[in-house]
């Protein structure tokens, strides 16, 4: 049984023990007045030793390592290792030394000087000691001194290199020589206990010390700071010496690795073993580092501190501007959840454990349960002539004045004991929110007037006073009460289902009043207008705890994700639809602060004490802004390019200090025109804005003019690369700039300028021969159509044309043949007529008749077989031809032989054709049978793949040549016949051997 108790109690206390340990332990770290951020090999540190800091004027802060050079934007680590190509390979960097033109000089492992000076660079490694170098210093004329840990010094002066004897004044020993140069760039020295100073092209001393490890630091105000084992010197230019007491060491051996002296005028002490102090007027003040051996120290333009390490990596130290207060500072209880200052600036607060404290000084003292006291305080605010009004809950309300506590009011006014709400108007009107039930109680000269809630209005949880005197008051469910004189009206701006809790309500001097909601953001009331801000349009947070406002126009939030700050003018722009989005300027690990979310539930819940600092409680710890503290720095960051890579091949780098291969473009040298082929896939472009102060807020935009129709952002806050496709072929501008915390947008930032080379068939000459071809081609297919329209209509004429010449041959046939024959019956008919009374005469006449008939009646057989489109063959021309030759032949008394093709070719003949070729071979049979006195006629057929071939032949008298009468006219107009349509007459004959007819045609193309 003792067992299970004590499990339980375990259960029960190792929380809380866990949650006060922790709590402890944050405001351990956070107590200090100065923090350290440490970048270490997680965050991408190559090495976390670190062995020399310098920042060059581009705004970039370099790292000498044993791993190599390194180079910081505030956000990145590029490992240069320029060693590979302009010194011995593998030698980390010992010593770096910024030169007064900006260059940088590196004294690498076992003896090599580097200097890099923007996109050149040199190493010295001749005639140089093989041993570590100790210390840098720089002269006004440019000539750089480097001591060794072997106790020699040597220079560089206009690229020769010389060492330092005893003849230049150099004192004698083994022991490393401290160097610096003084505000007038003269050097000092100290080495075995001699402080010298060059004059005159040599060494003077001016003073002697105790032989102990030293360090030297120029003085802003002449002179030189000098460490000497535990003690710290000031040394006038005329040698004289001022002791300013040893350093407070911890460890015995603890001697001063480096000095340098702030753009304040405090001198900072980074030592071998109890790590870093700084020395002021106030005295020595230690300040915390990740590590106690401190190696080298520099400030850049920020005025950041930073701090090499052996094995701690780099520090940034700065003066804390928000700082955590806990129960190391006095608080029972980490979580504050009520705060107010009374009229005589001290400042009350009730924790979440029910505790009520103020701040006495620097610390905070409980007020335990006493006479008139009874504990369990909500929250607290402060009412007129010093009092404090004081809401518990479970016992009602009380006010303090005058040293004492006082329950106000007799039992049974206030319907409940617990209060979640108290405010003091302008007008010392005390008002009161009320639990259950729930209710607005307003106490005015010690009345109280009730203002009933609904009931489902959940509980109360804040209140603000406007600048017009009207109070509004937020509950948990999101409904919004504004009381205006008597009146209480509910002003909710949401819609009834669309409701959010409502966290905190604040009022500003402008007249607006804004609202903390759980999941929606900010809204802001003003000018009977309401509109929301939230994490779409740059706000950090969606679950706002807390709202306050500070004297240089900035709102601050206590949220679920920590604290935060937006520019009140920015909130403003988005509300009223002149901009999109706000910048919101978030405090965590760059500010040396621990996750954070903030407290709510009670009211008043923050605080703008009459200091000016800003207090907002969080769950862990209470924080306290000052905002003087945090500074702004009116110039943005400049934007610098570092690589671009075009698939996957870099093309142009950054060089900074750093020389760069020859094949690559040095973008160091500005404006430059990037020309791209046009199969590219795929640009990237590196880019940064070297911040140091707090770049987790720097914001950065870029644009591709001609391609961004916007200003783009990079998808990750740290990002800093812009990522595009195959782009077309035109010219296009590279645009990159950067705003710092302040909001100044950097005027002019990165920028190049892109040409996409276009493919061949994107050139000017390949479209302007495209264009003069389809020119063409369209010239050509115009004229195609129209020529053959015109063709078309052409055929259509011909057709039209032989149409025409075929019924003007029919018509003539029919009047020359069978209009001769009809009229000759005619004539005869009439003759015939007039001889009836002799009938051997009218015989004979109708003998003539019957003849005449019979002949046109074969004159209009031949007319309709020349026009019946059936016969446009070859073989019913053949046919007909051959029974023509016989049934003439016949009728002349002559034998006629036909030798005819046993299978006629299957060809089509035009009528035209057939015609022509039948009128011939006509004409050749009347000629037989008229003039040549034959007994047999031959009538022959031949039909080839070329032509066709008929020929006539008889066995007459035949002639020698052909008589100039009506048979020469007959053979001129077969001839003629035959070539008209493309053929050929030819007539052979002898006199007694008869005459030969060959009729020879071409077989016209298809």
């Given at each position: 049984m003792a067992s299970a108790l004590a499990s339980r109690l375990l259960r029960v206390f190792l929380p809380a023990l866990a949650f006060f340990a922790t709590a402890s332990l944050l405001e351990a770290s956070t107590n200090s007045a100065w923090y350290a951020r440490t970048w270490q090999s997680e965050e991408g540190l190559p090495n976390n030793t670190i062995q020399g800091v310098a920042q060059t004027p581009d705004g970039y802060l370099w790292l000498g390592t044993p791993s190599g050079?390194?180079?910081?934007?505030?956000?990145?680590?590029?490992?240069?290792?320029?060693?590979?190509?302009?010194?011995?390979?593998?030698?980390?960097?010992?010593?770096?030394?910024?030169?007064?033109?900006?260059?940088?000089w590196l004294a690498l492992d076992r003896g090599a000087v580097v200097c890099l000076d923007g996109s050149a660079s040199r190493s010295f490694a001749e005639n140089l000691p093989n041993s570590n170098p100790y210390n840098l210093a720089e002269d006004i004329e440019g000539t750089l001194w480097i001591s060794y840990r072997d106790g020699t010094v040597y220079r560089i002066s206009q690229g020769n290199v010389s060492s330092c004897s005893k003849q230049d004044g150099m004192p004698e020993g083994r022991e490393a020589c401290a160097l610096t140069s003084d505000n007038k760039g003269r050097i000092w020295l100290m080495k075995n206990g001699r402080?010298?100073?060059?004059?005159?092209?040599?060494?003077?001393?001016?003073?002697?010390?105790?032989?102990?490890?030293?360090?030297?630091?120029?003085?802003?105000?002449?002179?030189?700071?000098?460490?000497?084992?535990?003690?710290?010197?000031?040394?006038?230019?005329?040698?004289?010496?001022?002791?300013?007491?040893?350093?407070?060491?911890?460890?015995?051996?603890?001697?001063?690795?480096?000095?340098?002296?702030?753009?304040?005028?405090?001198?900072?002490?980074?030592?071998?073993?109890?790590?870093?102090?700084?020395?002021?007027?106030?005295?020595?003040?230690?300040?915390?580092?990740?590590?106690?051996e401190i190696v080298c120290l520099a400030q850049d333009k920020e005025g950041n501190l930073w701090v090499g390490t052996t094995g701690g990596g780099l520090n940034r130290v700065r003066r804390r501007a928000i700082a955590l207060e806990g129960p190391n500072s006095g608080l029972p209880f980490a979580a504050v959840q009520s705060i107010c200052e009374d009229a005589s600036g001290t400042i009350w607060a009730a924790t979440q454990n029910g505790s009520l404290v103020r701040r006495d000084g620097e610390r905070w003292n409980p007020i335990p349960p006493g006479p008139g006291w009874p504990g369990e305080a909500s929250c607290v605010t402060a009412g007129p002539q010093g009092s404090v009004w004081i809401g518990t809950h479970m016992n009602g309300l009380f006010y303090w004045r005058a040293g004492s506590f006082v329950p106000w009011g007799e039992p049974g006014l206030l319907r409940t004991q617990t209060i979640?709400?108290?405010?003091?108007?302008?007008?010392?009107?005390?008002?009161?929110?009320?639990?259950?039930?729930?209710?607005?109680?307003?106490?005015?000269?010690?009345?109280?007037?009730?203002?009933?809630?609904?009931?489902?209005?959940?509980?109360?949880?804040?209140?603000?006073?406007?600048?017009?005197?009207?109070?509004?008051?937020?509950?948990?469910?999101?409904?919004?009460?504004?009381?205006?004189?008597?009146?209480?009206?509910?002003?909710?701006?949401?819609?009834?289902?669309?409701?959010?809790?409502?966290?905190c309500v604040a009022a500003t001097a402008d007249g607006s009043v804004w609202l903390g909601y759980a999941g929606w953001g900010i809204g802001r009331l003003k000018g009977g207008k309401y509109a929301e801000v939230r994490m779409a349009s740059g706000l950090y947070d969606d679950y706002i705890s807390h709202i306050v406002a500070d004297n240089h126009g900035w709102l601050w939030f206590g949220a679920n994700r920590g604290l935060f700050k937006v520019r009140q003018k920015e909130l403003e722009d988005v509300l009223e639809g002149r901009a999109s989005r706000v910048r919101s300027i978030h405090y965590g690990l760059g500010e040396g602060l621990p996750s954070l979310q903030g407290n709510f539930g009670d009211s008043p819940d923050v605080l703008r004490s009459s200091d000016g600092r800003l207090w907002l409680p969080m769950r862990t710890a209470l924080a306290v802004v000052d905002p003087e503290k945090l500074g702004e720095n009116p110039d943005p960051p400049a934007t610098l390019l570092n690589r671009i890579t075009v698939d996957e091949r870099t093309v142009a780098s950054y060089g900074g200090v750093l020389p760069i291969p020859p094949s690559q473009t040095n973008l160091m040298m500005g404006e430059f025109n990037l020309r791209l082929p046009p199969e590219h896939k795929h640009l990237e472009i590196e880019f940064a804005a070297p911040n140091f102060t707090e770049p987790e807020n720097i914001q950065v935009r870029y644009r591709l003019v001609g391609y961004d129709e916007t200003w783009q952002e990079p998808e990750s806050g740290k990002a800093r690369v812009a990522k595009y496709q195959r782009l077309g072929a035109r010219s296009y501008r590279f645009e990159a700039v950067a705003c710092n915390q302040a909001g100044a947008w950097s005027p002019v930032g990165a920028t190049f300028s892109i040409i996409v080379e276009p493919f061949f068939w994107q050139t000017w000459w390949f479209r302007a021969a495209a264009l003069a071809a389809f020119t063409l081609s369209l010239v050509a297919l115009v004229r195609y159509l129209s020529f053959r329209r015109l063709h078309r209509r052409l055929a259509v004429l011909e057709a039209q044309a032989a149409l025409h010449r075929e019924r003007t041959r029919i018509a003539k046939d029919i009047h020359d043949d069978l209009g001769a024959n009809l009229t000759q019956i005619a004539l005869l008919g009439e003759l015939a007529h007039q001889d009836r009374a002799e009938p051997d005469k009218a015989g004979e006449r109708l003998g003539r008749i019957s003849s005449t008939a019979r002949q046109a009646i074969k004159s209009l057989d031949e007319i309709v077989w020349a026009v019946n489109p059936r016969n446009d063959t070859l073989a019913h021309l053949i046919d007909y031809a051959g029974q023509f030759a016989i049934d003439y032949s016949r009728l002349a008394g002559l034998r006629c032989r036909l030798d005819l093709p046993e299978q006629t070719p299957v060809r089509e003949l035009s009528t035209d054709l057939r015609h022509n070729i039948f009128l011939v071979i006509k004409e050749?049979?009347?000629?037989?049978?008229?003039?040549?006195?034959?007994?047999?006629?031959?009538?022959?057929?031949?039909?080839?793949?070329?032509?066709?071939?008929?020929i006539i032949e008889d066995n007459g008298c035949g002639f020698e040549r052909a008589p100039d009468n009506a048979l020469s006219d007959g053979l001129r107009n077969m001839r003629q016949r035959l070539a008209d349509i493309g053929g050929e007459c030819r007539v052979e004959s002898k006199p007694g051997a008869g005459t030969r007819v060959t009729l020879h045609l071409p077989w016209p193309p298809n």
């Open positions: 050079l390194v180079r910081f934007d505030g956000t990145h680590f590029d490992d240069f290792s320029p060693t590979n190509f302009i010194a011995p390979p593998n030698r980390g960097t010992v010593v770096m030394l910024r030169s007064r033109r900006g260059a940088l402080l010298g100073l060059l004059r005159g092209g040599a060494f003077q001393v001016l003073h002697k010390f105790e032989q102990q490890p030293a360090s030297l630091a120029a003085a802003r105000n002449g002179g030189v700071w000098l460490c000497v084992g535990y003690q710290l010197y000031r040394v006038e230019e005329s040698g004289e010496t001022h002791q300013l007491g040893p350093l407070p060491a911890a460890r015995p051996g603890t001697y001063a690795n480096v000095l340098l002296e702030d753009s304040e005028g405090a001198l900072w002490i980074g030592t071998s073993f109890s790590g870093l102090f700084r020395y002021s007027p106030a005295g020595f003040e230690s300040v915390p580092t990740s590590h106690q979640h709400t108290l405010l003091v108007s302008r007008k010392g009107d005390v008002w009161v929110g009320e639990e259950l039930p729930a209710r607005i109680d307003r106490i005015r000269d010690g009345k109280i007037t009730s203002f009933d809630l609904p009931r489902d209005s959940r509980v109360l949880r804040a209140m603000a006073e406007d600048m017009d005197g009207n109070i509004w008051a937020g509950t948990s469910k999101g409904i919004l009460f504004r009381i205006s004189g008597e009146q209480l009206v509910q002003a909710t701006p949401r819609p009834p289902r669309d409701l959010a809790s409502i966290r050749a049979l009347n000629n037989i049978v008229k003039h040549a006195r034959a007994s047999e006629v031959w009538f022959r057929a031949r039909t080839g793949d070329e032509a066709l071939e008929i």
